[in-house]
């Protein structure tokens, strides 16, 4: 589990940005900047089903891999406080809507420049955009309302037009003209995800984290231990912690990287598109849940539902997954849609709960028959977590080409949280367990599992249960380096994933060989820490 540091910086009188046309300012507002090489885009596909045999249509961003690349993006100066951070809005664009870049610094200038991140040669980034932008120091964060949100009201710097981009997954790096440096993310989204396999990044768990300006979900301004006075809603409006990039870097970069390298038909969204786009799944081969993916409003659950029950394939790559339900709504003081996150972790503290049960910001599983196991097959089990992930079925279809044995474990990739398998209930059956993890939580024996399942449309559903797996395609996590046989491991295990997704409904290619009963799993928790 990630603990973000808190870091104050400058912001200031607020602006909102609209999705369609950008507002006249007052605030310094660049050049447009110059674009940098962006290729020209072809249609998207059309809307099919998952399991339509038709040829996917080619788009942008199928002719990025094999570009050249650059590791330009990385940050080598980390910036001081208040010397430069930033944020945009919105967090996802289709591709030639306009973005606002927020921009806060102490330097005279700032140069931004944009890259798109993926299967390039020579290195993971490709210069799309830059500008020049003046230095303006804001005022500081403010913390807003009974829900104790920070938030910034900031000018822009500039308004991005993002015109010719390929759809993807996209850094800003900000250099101040004194040195330091800053990375804003933010996603260009598929136009449709028909034919393709959906890469979906978990914007509000990365929300959740965020103690930029001192609170999030987790901790309020007396730091980790401060659990009374955390935020009970947290805002976009505002940076990720220095040096920007936050989980980004450990998720969506070497997992966007790797499926472009293999050529996998990809699709870019973040989960607030599913918030507020109804028809943002149909026709989709593959839904992947990269990385942390811990808050979930009930419609993102109900449209990956949906999306399953029509047979698209889906992959949920973490741990801790689907465990806290919250509302996405419009932002303060006027800023854009899906620009807060809502989450009070009690019934008793939501004042939506009194009126509307199901609305409760609370975990899914404290509602009877909403546990997240009936769609990812787990629910939550540790924190802190630190053991190796073990194969049980070594001739499981996703393990083809890797070499492995039963009972061979790879260490650290379980960690630092783990969800688990409870038979009985809601919990799909039949399953096939195909990594069955012993280890010790807060000093009582538990396991761990890795699992697939399949459902009646034909869509598979696989769940690695290792909030690891994305960084060890890096081969190094923030909390250190996994081996080389690990990295080979996961790599090979993404690919054969990802490009069976790609063909389709898996069910029928890719049988379940049932053996959770050979495993005995007790049916009722016994093991339960909170997060």
């Not at 394939?313 to 509302?327: D, E, K, P, Q, S």
């Not at 083809?400 to 650290?412: I, R, Y």
């Not at 399953?431 to 807060?442: G, K, L, R, T």
């Not at 994305?470 to 996994?482: H, K």
């Amino acid at each position: 589990m990630a603990v973000l540091v808190a870091l104050l910086l400058a912001s200031g009188a607020g602006w909102a940005l609209d999705r369609r046309t950008p507002p006249a300012t007052s605030g310094p507002v660049a050049s447009p900047g110059v674009p940098l090489g962006a290729p020209t885009a072809h249609e998207p596909a059309s809307p099919q089903s998952p399991s339509s045999s038709r040829t996917t249509t080619l788009s942008a961003e199928d002719g990025e891999p094999g570009r050249p690349g650059t590791e330009d993006w990385a940050v080598t100066v980390p910036p001081k406080p208040g010397e430069v951070a930033g944020y945009t809005d919105p967090a996802s664009v289709r591709p030639g809507q306009q973005v606002g870049l927020f921009v806060s610094s102490s330097a005279s200038t700032v140069t931004a420049t944009a890259y798109r991140i993926g299967g390039y040669v020579g290195g993971r980034g490709r210069p799309v955009w830059q500008a020049t932008l003046t230095g303006s120091q804001q005022p500081p964060p403010q913390v807003s309302g009974s829900t104790r949100t920070v938030v910034v009201r900031w000018q822009p710097a500039t308004t991005i037009s993002t015109s010719g981009w390929p759809a993807g997954f996209y850094l800003i790096k900000l250099t101040a003209s004194s040195g330091g440096q800053w990375q804003v993310p933010f996603v260009v989204r598929s136009p449709s995800t028909a034919g393709r396999v959906a890469l979906v990044l978990p914007l509000t768990t990365w929300q959740a984290y965020n103690d930029w300006g001192g609170l999030s979900l987790y901790h309020g301004a007396g730091g980790r231990t401060d659990f009374a006075g955390r935020s009970y809603a947290v805002s976009f409006d505002r940076p990720y912690p220095s040096p920007g990039a936050g989980e980004f870097l450990y998720s969506a970069l070497p997992m966007v990287a790797a499926a472009e390298k293999d050529h996998v038909p990809l699709a870019y969204l973040a989960n607030t598109d599913l918030q507020s786009d109804p028809s943002v799944l149909i026709g989709a081969r593959g839904y992947v849940s990269v990385g942390h993916d811990e808050y979930w409003t009930p419609l993102m659950r109900q449209r990956v539902t949906d999306a399953r029950d029509a047979g698209t394939n889906l992959l949920i790559t973490g741990a801790n997954a689907m465990n806290w339900r919250v509302r996405v709504s419009d932002g303060l003081f006027g800023s854009g849609p899906d620009r807060l996150v809502t989450g009070y972790k009690s019934a008793a503290l939501d004042p939506e709960a009194g009126h509307d049960p199901a609305a409760a910001t609370t975990h899914f599983h404290d509602t009877p028959g909403e546990g997240q196991q009936s769609l990812i097959g787990t629910v939550y089990e540790c924190f802190p977590v630190e053991a190796a992930w073990t194969v049980t079925t070594p001739t499981w279809w996703g393990f083809a080409g890797t070499g492995v044995k039963a009972g061979e474990g790879f260490a650290h990739l379980m960690g630092v949280e783990a969800d688990r398998v409870y038979p009985g209930g809601t919990t799909p059956s039949p399953m096939q367990i195909i990594a069955n993890v012993p280890y010790s939580c807060h000093g009582k024996p538990t396991t761990g599992q890795a699992l697939y399942y399949t459902v009646p449309s034909g869509a598979g559903v696989v769940n690695l249960n290792s909030l690891r797996w994305t960084c060890a395609l890096d081969a190094g996590c923030r909390d250190g380096e996994m081996s080389a046989r690990t990295n080979e491991f996961v790599t090979t295990v993404t690919r054969n994933l990802l490009q069976q997704s790609a063909k389709g409904p898996l069910a029928q290619r890719m049988p379940v060989k049932e053996n959770l009963d050979s495993l005995h799993l007790p049916e009722m928790r016994q093991v339960y820490t909170d997060s």
